[in-house]
Each structure stands twice: as C-alpha cells, then as structure tokens.
C-alpha cells in the first residue's frame, strides 16, 4: 500500500500507541480519520498531524456500540470518500484475578462487569471496526490493510483473565481475516507489544516501572514510535498478511 493519500482509520488515537501510530503515519502523508471517546485529546492529536502535512479528522464514537461503529464509518467515507486502513487500537484494562483467597476462603472474584466491559471493547470493538472498514474496502474496490492491536499478554498472564482472552481471540481474527478477506484484496495482521513507554506506564510507581524494566531482555521499554514503525511496514509490505508481530524486547510472558 502507498500510504500518502491513503484513509486510514485508527481506533484510541487520542494518546499511546494510537497516537503514536498516528503521527507515523502522518509523516507519511496518510488521511487520518481519528476515533477516541476523548473527542478533546482527539483534536489535540489531529491538529498534531496537521502540523506534520497529513490530513486528519477527529471523530468521537464508542466501537462498542455498534450503532455508532456504524455511523461514524459512514461518516469518515463521506469525508474522505473511501477507506484504506484500519488499525484497531482502542482498548481498556480491567486487570484482576479469576478470585482472591486468603487463609482457603475467596474473598473477592473478578466481576462479570469487570469481566465483559474488557470484551465489549477489546474484542467486540475490534470485531464491529473490522466488519465496518472490510465492508467498505470491499464495496469501494480499492482493497485494504487492516492492522488489530493484540498483546504479548494474549500467551495469558495472571490477573489478565479477560485482557488475555480478549486479546489472544484479536491474534486469531487477524489471522481468520486474512484468509476470508483476501480474494478482495484485504490484508490483515495483528502487533503484540510488550511493555512500553505510554502514559499509563508513566503513571506507575519508579520501583514497579524498574521491575518490569529489568525482566525485559534489551532493560528497557519499547518506545510507541517502535511499534508505530511496525505498523507503517505492515502498510507497506503488500505480502504481508495472516501474521502477528511480537515487539517485545525478547520479553514472552
């Protein structure tokens, strides 16, 4: 894919990776439509592209609902005309273990809430952007790349129930997508991170971030701008497809 001029569509662009991912790709001179519940951070983040000679609009939707995944897809075609890409990002934490005991007696359990608000967004979110962006690639005949966010945690990692399912069923999406979806045209593939520098890494005690830090084989975090990079080389490796690409630092959980 020739990303200058190309729509690309990212999910939680308003910070992190999403942001990240963002600038790349305007640097690249991509059409960026950016989708963020913080409609303010979003902005923030468009006019950051701007300023980098991409197009960039922000637009605010909840990928969980699947009203508004619709509407606001039907939106960024209007806006740009066709859709290109998609990287889905958006994602929350919910972190707890299955259940809590002390002294043979559970004294808390992870809540079917805690539970499902982690799938209604990391996966069904994933799913309802997927379906919407694969529907107007192939409606619009120009194929397309779509890109899923999943995690290194998707292995499982304790007290990440439903963030490792969630993302561990992302991984294996890619892969089902980039078997149904290409005989249009459509190539789909997945990035695992590990640890890296975000804003929520930021807000960890020192002592937490060092811990992390050293069981990390390169002792240190991955930059956003690394996995941006991974991005920007699945966009532009058109026999890329079906794979994801763990950046870890030679971190496996």
């Known amino acids: 894919m020739n990303i200058t001029g190309s729509t690309i569509v990212i999910t939680g662009a308003a910070r992190g990776l999403g942001r990240a991912m963002a600038l790349a790709l305007a640097d690249k001179g991509a059409s960026l439509a950016l989708i963020d519940l913080d409609a303010d951070a979003a902005e923030s983040t468009a006019r950051d592209c701007q300023s980098r000679g991409g197009q960039a609009t922000a637009f605010t939707a909840n990928i969980a609902s699947e009203a ?21 990002n958006a994602g929350i934490l919910r972190d707890g273990l299955l259940v809590k ?13 805690e539970w499902q608000s982690v ?3 990391n996966l069904t979110g994933v799913f ?13 005949g120009q194929g397309g790349v779509i890109i899923n966010i999943s995690s290194i945690s998707r292995a499982g990692n304790a007290g990440q129930s439903n963030y490792s399912a969630a993302k561990a069923a992302v991984a294996a999406l890619s892969v089902t997508w980039a078997k149904e979806l290409a005989r249009f045209g459509i190539r789909s593939a997945s990035i695992s991170p590990g640890f890296t520098d975000t804003e929520m890494v930021a807000s960890m005690k020192p002592e937490a971030r060092q811990r992390i830090e050293t069981m990390v084989p390169l002792g240190r975090l991955a930059r956003p701008d690394e996995m941006a990079s991974t991005a920007v080389f699945i966009f532009e490796n058109d026999y890329v497809s079906g794979r994801s690409f763990d950046i870890d630092g030679g971190l496996r959980l």
Not at 74 to 86: D, M, P, Q, S, V
Not at 101 to 113: E, F, P, W, Y
Not at 128 to 140: D, F, K, N, S, Y
């Open 68 to 88: 508004d995944v619709v509407e606001v897809f039907a939106a960024i075609k209007e806006r740009f005309g066709g859709i290109h890409g998609l990287i889905n």
């Open 101 to 113: 005991a002390r002294d043979g007696n559970v004294i808390k359990r992870m809540s079917l809430d």
């Open 119 to 121: 799938i209604d967004v």
């Open 128 to 140: 309802l952007c997927g379906r919407e962006a694969a529907t107007h690639m192939i409606e619009g």
